[in-house]
């Protein structure tokens, strides 16, 4: 069996402005209808997180290692919550070295947990809003370009023309569904998963570093009164 390459020089073929811009600038714009444009603009600062390697549990731990030996060593109030990479190690650290206990700790961790989770939903949420856009885009463009080609029928020159807008706004908008959005939306998910899967991992390091440095209560004896 002969596999038959596209030779380059019909590459520029599959390229039109006119349908790229009704697929691309389509889809972006049902997305933002769906919702706010905060989370839109969330999703599209996510991407970075799809050339970074996935969260490790040893790595947090190895963290909070660290700053549990400065704080045996050198001093809790010498902590450097500031110096630690991740935002919500640091926050808990932060806490401790305020003084808030195992309880107050767990709560501030569900809180991020929550916080978190709520994110990630929302920016997968967007991609997969994306994904279900563009093909419906793609038929919207087909939808045009078979307009423009019967009122020009008369005009064999510009029918051409219409029928690749017609044909290649569906397969952009497949592409842009099943090639791009979706894959994004899978990663995403599956990065999520993973750290909150390695953020699980390491709770309980976290609290006892907050059990072990939590205030000593300070108990005042009252003096007592002769009967």
Request: net charge positive; charged share 20%.
């Amino acid at each position: 069996m002969t596999v038959h390459s596209i030779p380059l020089s019909s590459w520029p073929t599959f390229v039109d402005p006119l349908a790229i811009a009704i697929v691309v600038g389509g889809t972006a714009l049902a997305t933002l209808l769906r919702g706010p444009a905060a989370d839109a603009l969330a999703a599209v600062r996510a991407l970075p997180r799809l050339g970074r390697r996935g969260f490790d549990a040893e790595r947090l731990r190895a963290e909070i290692a660290r700053t549990e030996r400065v704080a045996v060593t050198r001093g809790l109030l010498n902590v450097d919550a500031d110096g630690i990479a991740d935002r919500c190690i640091a926050d808990v650290v932060r806490a401790v070295v305020d003084g808030a206990g195992p309880d107050q700790v767990t709560r501030l961790i569900d809180d991020q947990d929550h916080a978190r989770d709520t994110r990630h939903r929302v920016i997968h949420a967007v991609w997969m809003a994306a994904a279900e856009a563009a093909p419906a885009m793609g038929m919207i463009g087909t939808l045009v370009g078979l307009v423009r080609m019967f009122s020009r029928m008369d005009d064999p020159t510009a029918i051409g023309g219409a029928m690749a807008v017609a044909l290649l706004t569906t397969l952009y908008g497949a592409i842009l569904a099943n090639l791009v959005a979706a894959p994004i939306a899978a990663r995403l998910a599956r990065l999520s998963t993973q750290e909150a899967a390695a953020r699980n991992a390491v709770r309980p390091a976290l609290i006892d570093f907050a059990r072990r440095f939590a205030p000593v209560p300070i108990v005042v004896k009252r003096p007592r009164t002769a009967a």
